[in-house]
């Protein structure tokens, strides 16, 4: 192939990794000034004193940040981050602690959407356009975050 082919596949191959580059990194920044700011402390502390069970807390964090901010990586870091220090305050068995980590990945899935780089990956790849996208890949990714939560919270009845 003579250079301008080459480049002329380059750049329409790697056009759709530009916006998923873009759009994963600022959701970084924004994990990030959640801790740098001490938010992610103070609600992390507020956590502690929460009724809802710590699989549901966790799910429920994990999806706020997904569905706000976008990235399922920076959702499932941030959940984390927030959910780490308060853990030993609830006297999680090992198993219990497994699914809460099953949760934060569960929660992170729901409502994929615009500012998600795996939105942008399936729907330029696939040749779709925004509304098939949201059409089929953020009701799958919706169906999947509800079933990992159920799941998770039935396997916790099987566990002390």
Not at 28 to 46: F, N, R
Not at 61 to 81: E, H, K
Not at 130 to 140: A, D, G, N
Request: proline share 4%.
């Amino acid at each position: 192939m003579d250079k301008q082919k080459v480049l002329d596949l380059s750049t329409k191959a790697l056009g759709p990794a530009g916006i998923i580059i873009l759009i994963t990194g600022a959701g970084g920044v924004l994990k990030q000034v959640l801790i740098d700011s001490g938010i992610g402390h103070k609600m992390a502390e507020s956590m502690v004193y929460s009724p809802l069970p710590p699989i549901m807390l966790a799910w429920m964090i994990s999806a706020a940040v997904r569905v706000t901010q976008g990235s399922a990586t920076v959702a499932m870091i941030t959940a984390a981050s927030l959910i780490a220090p308060i853990i030993s305050e609830f006297g999680l068995s090992e198993p219990h602690r497994a699914l809460v980590v099953l949760a934060i990945a569960s929660g992170a899935t729901l409502l994929s959407h615009v500012n998600d780089s795996g939105f942008w990956l399936v729907g330029k790849y696939l040749g779709m356009n925004e509304k098939q996208t949201l059409q089929s890949w953020t009701v799958m990714e919706s169906i999947i975050a509800l079933c990992g939560l159920a799941f998770t919270l039935l396997a916790s009845l099987f566990f002390k």
